[in-house]
């Protein structure tokens, strides 16, 4: 049984803040994980007196998954690396708020906030240090989010309600009271692929290693036993030892694990269907044969527009549950609110030439040479002045022609001019202006990476 741990909460100085206290804590159970037992414990989650404890432990237990665990982080850090600050009611920045959302203990805020998404809830108590926060995220296991109260036991009935004053000054919730959180979906495809990952190693272990036949004499039992013994202590390998007179077959599949690849297939069957669930494609962690620029930014947009979704629901928490509980606390921001602070849209360097020639060639924009040698690395040549003088005068469509003879000034009717055959039409294209041939250099330059590596 697993002994409980019996902990007196403290967040610092609260200042006015109320402290919740003597919750016992109980430790994570640790076990192997199947179906049946996911099927029982989302039965008892979803139960008329619900209960998570079995769900979250399996939620903590599946989070040791590589894939799992790496999806999860990424989505939250797509929002909490994006930089807050504070504005007035008249959109100035306050200063004393931009400060204190880069301090540890409020970005700590926000990755316990972003976490409801895959629990189905966070409920957070603030507390204040002086200038600075105090964070304490209440267990799980012990937070009854049907009736908003924080038992003193995981599977008891006593303890805070949360949502009532005046615990409700300085604690917030996350999340909607029914919702299991995205782990759900997920902790099938980890279940799936443990024991897909169990039945590889036992494969690799039966036809990964040689096997090893031992003949006897059927009559002769200490030759037997000296066989055994010697094969027994020279391995793991699999042996086995037979009388002469005795037919031995290996047998081995013909099917497609017969090297293995049906486990690498359910393997990334199930990565696959984890990053859907957590992020909604596949193609920003992963990437697969017929992948393309296309492909792969048609997925980043829907990455990103869910990024986008939660940064809204970020803003919403904060400005309308956390900043009500910074001005319990005495901070001074009443009429504030958090805001993300404006990003440059970040550009790749083919994008950047590409936009840089539109502006000078079409719009005729004055942008100086040296600022693509500057921006793109290019080393600028020592003899430029020659290289530019010649470029230009061979790109000049105004040259004068005078291979042919005005014979308009003679008085005598012009012969009419041939057409041009082909070979001259594609030899007057093939003349491209020395902006045309930079562009064309930039963009062999800097073009896009192969998808695959």
Same mark, same amino acid.
């Given at each position: 049984m697993a002994k409980q741990s019996r902990i007196t909460k403290k967040t610092g100085n609260v200042e006015g803040g109320v402290m919740i206290q003597n919750i016992t804590v109980r430790p994570v159970v640790r076990q192997s994980q199947d179906i049946q037992k996911w099927r029982s414990s989302l039965k008892a989650a979803e139960g008329i007196v619900p209960n998570r404890v079995m769900l979250y432990d399996m939620y903590a237990d599946i989070l040791l998954d590589g894939t799992l665990r790496s999806v999860v982080s990424k989505r939250i850090n797509g929002v909490t690396k994006t930089q807050?600050?504070? /504005?007035?009611?008249?959109?100035? +920045?306050?200063?004393? /708020?931009?400060?204190?959302?880069?301090?540890?203990? @409020? =970005?700590?805020? =926000?990755?316990?906030? =972003?976490?409801?998404?895959?629990?189905?809830?966070?409920?957070?108590?603030?507390?204040?240090?002086?200038?600075?926060?105090?964070?304490? *995220?209440?267990?799980?296991?012990?937070? =009854?989010?049907?009736?908003?109260?924080?038992? &003193?036991?995981?599977?008891?009935? %006593?303890?805070?309600?949360?949502?009532? !004053?005046?615990?409700?000054?300085?604690?917030?919730?996350?999340?909607?009271?029914?919702?299991?959180?995205?782990?759900?979906?997920?902790? $099938?495809?980890?279940?799936?692929?443990?024991?897909? @990952?169990?039945?590889?190693?036992?494969f690799a272990e039966v036809f990964g290693m040689p096997f090893r036949e031992a003949r006897y004499d059927g009559y002769n039992e200490q030759v037997r036993k000296q066989l055994e013994t010697a094969l027994n202590e020279a391995g793991s390998a699999s042996y086995a030892i037979l009388p002469k007179d005795a037919e031995f077959k290996l047998h081995e599949t013909r099917n497609a694990s017969g090297n293995g690849n049906l486990y690498d297939q359910l393997r990334k069957a199930c990565n696959e269907e984890i990053c859907i669930n957590i992020l909604g494609q596949t193609e920003t962690t992963t990437s697969s044969a017929s992948s393309g620029y296309a492909q792969s930014k048609t997925h980043a947009d829907v990455e990103?527009?869910?990024?986008?979704?939660?940064? $809204?629901? %970020?803003?919403?928490?904060?400005?309308?549950?956390?900043?009500?509980?910074?001005?319990n606390l005495g901070f001074p921001f009443d009429g504030c609110s958090f805001a993300y602070k404006m990003q440059q849209e970040k550009l790749s360097k083919k994008e950047k030439a590409d936009i840089a020639i539109k502006l000078k060639?079409?719009?005729?924009?004055?942008?100086?040479?040296?600022? &693509?040698? %500057? +921006?793109?690395?290019?080393?600028? !040549?020592?003899?430029?002045?020659?290289?530019?003088?010649?470029?230009?005068? *061979?790109?000049?469509?105004?040259?004068?022609?005078?291979?042919?003879?005005?014979d308009e000034e003679d008085g005598e009717e012009a012969p009419p001019r041939k057409t041009p055959t082909k070979a001259k039409k594609e030899g007057r294209k093939g003349k491209l202006s020395f902006w045309d041939r930079m562009r064309l250099k930039l963009a062999d330059f800097f073009d896009l990476a192969p998808a695959e590596y």
């Open positions: 807050l600050i504070g /504005m007035d009611s008249n959109g100035k +920045e306050v200063e004393a /708020m931009t400060k204190l959302a880069s301090r540890s203990q @409020f =970005r700590h805020l =926000r990755k316990e906030a =972003r976490k409801h998404l895959f629990w189905g809830g966070s409920v957070l108590e603030l507390g204040r240090k002086g200038d600075d926060i105090t964070v304490w *995220s209440a267990p799980r296991k012990n937070v =009854r989010f049907d009736i908003g109260r924080i038992t &003193f036991e995981q599977s008891g009935w %006593e303890g805070y309600d949360y949502r009532e !004053p005046p615990y409700s000054n300085y604690v917030f919730e996350c999340g909607d009271r029914d919702d299991l959180g995205l782990l759900l979906s997920a902790a $099938q495809y980890v279940i799936y692929k443990r024991g897909g @990952f169990g039945d590889w190693a036992q990103e527009s869910i990024l986008e979704d939660d940064r $809204q629901d %970020e803003l919403a928490i904060l400005n309308e549950k956390v900043l009500p509980i910074l001005i060639k079409d719009a005729k924009l004055p942008i100086g040479d040296d600022y &693509f040698y %500057e +921006e793109f690395g290019i080393p600028k !040549p020592d003899d430029y002045d020659a290289q530019k003088k010649a470029m230009e005068e *061979s790109s000049n469509p105004f040259a004068p022609d005078n291979s042919e003879p005005d």
